[in-house]
């Protein structure tokens, strides 16, 4: 075998190890999704029911509003990633074309700084706004 498969093998082998917890957790959050309640504390653990309770799936379509979180999830990601291209492109060619050498430690101090300590400031903001209790504060927060 020539080094170049074998690295390739080698790759393959540890990228399959470095995922395989990945898989195996959600592997078990389906099978914890598809038990009913009383089996998913069992010992030892079942990986596969022998039975199947999809009325767990019926009664998160029935009990909640699982759809209208759904389209909330779909709104803030999209209008948060539109947002930050938008704003992103631009900043990001205007720093590139500046030639300042304080440009870089202005960018890393602003990195550095912890995003807790913009919290309190930021909802005091949205408040005095106005936006609280809607999607645009998580938006505006997706963007810093």
């Known amino acids: 075998m020539s080094s170049r498969l074998l690295n390739q093998i080698g790759l393959f082998f540890a990228a399959l190890v470095i995922v395989s917890p ?15 309640e009383i089996d ?9 029911p022998e039975r199947f309770a999809w009325s767990n799936y019926v009664k998160v379509f029935e009990e909640n509003n699982f759809l209208l979180y759904l389209w909330n999830s779909v709104l803030v990601t999209g209008t948060a990633t539109l947002l930050a291209l938008l704003i992103g492109v631009p900043a990001g060619y205007g720093i590139a074309r500046l030639k300042a050498e304080r440009s870089a430690i202005v960018i890393m101090i602003a990195r550095m700084t912890p995003g807790l300590s913009y919290l309190i400031p930021l909802f005091l903001l949205f408040q005095w706004i106005g936006i609280l209790g809607t999607l645009w504060p998580q938006i505006i927060i997706h963007l810093v």
């Open 22 to 36: 990945a898989i195996l957790f959600f592997l078990w959050m389906i099978s914890l999704s598809l038990k009913f």
């Open 40 to 48: 998913n504390g069992a010992y030892p653990p079942i990986l596969i």
